[in-house]
Nanobody
Framework: QVQLAESGGRWVQAGGSLRLSCAAS????????LGWFRQAPGKEREFVAA????????RYADFVKGRFTLSRDNSKNMVHLQMNSLKPEDTAIYYC?????????????????WGQGTQVTVSS
């Protein structure tokens, strides 16, 4: 089993930056991926970014390209999402997810383990 814990979410003004972290514990697989999704009130959960654990390949949603950067620390079983130039539209609960796809999948069905989420609020 895999347990995930997100941290770093808080209130921030538009144009500011945040760094979200996801710590994974328990058994992890060599062929796996860590993904970030977000969900705003009244909207569907949407893909943000993902990274493959072994190869470090990344994939980003179009609306965050050039602003968000995903990285991993395999020795600590941790991933970090650096978010810059934040916009009010980025306000959402951000979830970390773990899956066994072996590539940075962008679909929620590719992830079987989820954290409880961390709230990000961007004011205008």
């Amino acid at each position: 089993q895999v347990q995930l814990a997100e941290s770093g979410g808080r209130w921030v003004q538009a144009g500011g930056s945040l760094r979200l972290s996801c710590a994974a514990s328990g058994h992890t697989f060599s062929s796996s991926a860590l993904g970030w999704f977000r969900q705003a009130p009244g909207k569907e959960r949407e893909f943000v970014a993902a990274i493959s654990w072994s190869g470090g390949r990344t994939r980003y949603a179009d609306f965050v390209k050039g602003r968000f950067t995903l990285s991993r620390d395999n020795s600590k079983n941790m991933v970090h999402l650096q978010m810059n130039s934040l916009k009010p539209e980025d306000t959402a609960i951000y979830y970390c997810a773990f899956g066994g796809a072996g590539y940075p999948a962008d679909g929620i069905t590719e992830y079987g383990y989820w954290g409880q989420g961390t709230q990000v609020t961007v004011s205008s």
